[in-house]
């Protein structure tokens, strides 16, 4: 049963009643507070299974995709509101277009213009990927001259790039915006549980808005640096600069069409940093939860190895936290595939191009072969990080002492059966979790693939 936090009279209620409670909490509470759960005495057995039955209906609400009215909008999309925008600005992500309990005008409007989003974001697409063809269609019919080969692959592999983060971004868009999904079924599975009743373990919403502000202001100015590169470069008096720039020229249309070039660059810088933010902060988020459940577990553990506190609430909170982890690892999955392979190729390009440049050339290099091997250091790390946070709790279970047969020993064998079993953590497309072994044998690899580039060129 489900009681209304301003009502001062608390009373079995029937289903009804009880699911129109919760919709009026809902609309009240713009901050998505967990509810309370009420049970009296008599018929404790029939509100707890109503209680379950309106738990999996919401559920089901939000598998297909019904989410809240902007004014009942979930808490952690609200955190993450700031970056959704400028992702929405650049044509990465549109939001939902359900207008809730809004009047028929207000639904109108909000449908209009999600149907223009949708058509401006598969634009942005469309004229990513272009930009894409277009450069390797102009290096392979002498459009557009390179400095050197390695310097023509280097670009072409960052458009590439730049292209499938916004065509994986489109896809999880059209894809019961799979995004926003993920922060609602991440509420309802952590913030909501009922195993969740510690307000340490709630979600940090003042840190992470915080961390969103410092990372979109990072990333805005580094599209507008990258931006900016390009347009001096095509306009400028350096001509060593302006050989660089290359990649925003056209000899069939003229210098007519570099503005227009540009722009495409634009849009191009978005989509290869934008989709980075959103990846990292929610990494932290579940980082961050994973270590206090540790911690929890920790503290529970007594001289003697009793536990102090219900080993299978931790233990469902753990599981909450790997259910939020299985439906974010969807959406990033592929984004984590595309991004290192390609980076990892496009640093081994550059090193080389850095080796065997000059000045300006010299110069350019550098700043993408450190833009590129921060990208891949911080998905490395972050993935790696989340997946040690995620089986931190192994090394403490072991230090409980139970009694066979009792129901604590069994919940201890469940904890020790998933943290010994597959690898908790982001994947790449579902192949492997980047470890922290993994990042060794990375930076092997680098090492082996650049020696063999520079016998090459």
């Known amino acids: 049963m489900f009681r209304n936090p301003n009502s001062p009279v608390f009373r079995p209620r029937t289903f009804a009643q009880a699911g129109r409670e919760r919709e009026d909490f809902w609309s009240d509470d713009g901050q998505g507070t967990s509810p309370s759960y009420v049970t009296t005495n008599t018929g404790s057995n029939e509100i707890g299974n109503q209680i379950k039955h309106s738990k999996n209906i919401s559920g089901s609400l939000i598998t297909m995709g019904a989410f809240p009215s902007r004014k009942q909008r979930n808490v952690m999309e609200e955190s993450f509101r700031p970056i959704l925008i400028v992702m929405s600005a650049f044509g990465l992500l549109f939001p939902s277009g359900d207008g809730g309990q809004e009047d028929n005008n207000c639904r109108k409007y909000r449908c209009r ?6 058509f401006y974001t598969s634009l942005v697409v469309v004229l990513v990927w272009s930009a894409f063809v277009r450069y390797v269609i102009g290096v392979v019919v002498g459009d557009i001259v390179p400095t050197h080969i390695t310097t023509a ?9 730049s292209a499938s983060n916004a065509a994986i971004c489109l896809y999880y868009s059209c894809k019961s915006h799979r995004l926003l999904l993920f922060f609602h079924n991440w509420q309802t599975c952590w913030q909501d549980s009922l195993y969740n009743t510690d307000a340490e373990l709630k979600f940090p919403r003042s840190w992470i808005k915080k961390r969103v502000c410092v990372m979109l202001f990072l990333s805005i100015t580094f599209v507008v640096v990258a931006t900016a590169y390009p347009a001096v470069g095509r306009y400028g008096s350096n001509e060593a600069l302006r ?10 249309l003229g210098s007519s069409a570099d503005p227009f070039f540009i722009v495409l660059h634009c849009y191009a810088v978005g989509a290869w940093v934008f989709p980075v933010v959103p990846f990292i902060i929610i990494c932290s988020v579940l980082s961050r939860q994973f270590e206090k459940v540790t911690k929890k577990l920790e503290a529970s553990i007594d001289y003697t ?3 102090t506190y219900s080993l299978q609430t931790l233990r469902r909170q753990h599981q909450f936290l790997c259910q939020a982890v299985n439906e974010a690892d969807d959406i990033f999955s ?14 081994c390009f550059l090193l080389h191009q850095i080796l065997n440049g000059s000045g300006t050339i010299a110069l350019m290099g550098i700043a993408w072969f450190v833009a590129n091997t921060i990208n891949i250091a911080v998905i490395c790390w972050f993935t790696a990080s989340l997946h040690e946070k995620a089986h931190s709790p192994f090394r403490y279970l072991h230090n409980i002492s139970v009694l066979p047969g009792k129901d ?4 201890l064998m469940l904890f020790l059966s998933k943290l010994q079993g597959e690898c908790i953590g982001f994947t790449m497309w579902g192949i492997l979790v980047p470890t922290k072994e993994f990042i060794i044998a990375v930076l092997g690899a680098f090492v082996t693939y650049f020696s063999l580039i520079a016998q090459i060129f």
């Open 243 to 252: 050989n660089e720039t290359f990649f925003v020229t056209s000899r069939t």
């Open 408 to 411: 604590q020993h069994l919940q």
């Open 305 to 307: 190895g009793r536990m």
């Open 113 to 118: 213009k999600t149907m223009f989003l949708k």
């Open 153 to 161: 692959i280097s670009v072409g592999v960052w458009y590439f790039q």
């Open 334 to 347: 592929f984004f984590i595939l595309v991004t290192l392979s390609s980076s990892f190729v496009l640093v």
